[in-house]
């Protein structure tokens, strides 16, 4: 999900929630995590196996 700031700048984050319980009442904790940089380490993957498919694929039908 994207977030965005007070300033208008956009970036992917994820977010987990935690519930206590203090005093016999219940209170949550939010905690947002930019994650601008996991997403681009996913698609250089995506893409570098991509890659490593189509060369796979052009040396099989060489050889063959």
Not at 21 to 41: A, F, H
């Amino acid at each position: 999900r994207d977030i965005i700031t007070k300033s208008g700048k956009m970036f992917p984050a994820e977010m987990s929630i935690s519930m206590v319980k203090v005093d016999g009442k219940y209170s949550s904790s939010y905690t947002l995590r930019d994650i601008t940089k996991r997403r681009e380490r996913d698609e250089i993957i995506t893409l570098a196996k991509h890659s490593l498919d189509q060369s796979i694929d052009m040396i099989y039908w060489f050889v063959i």
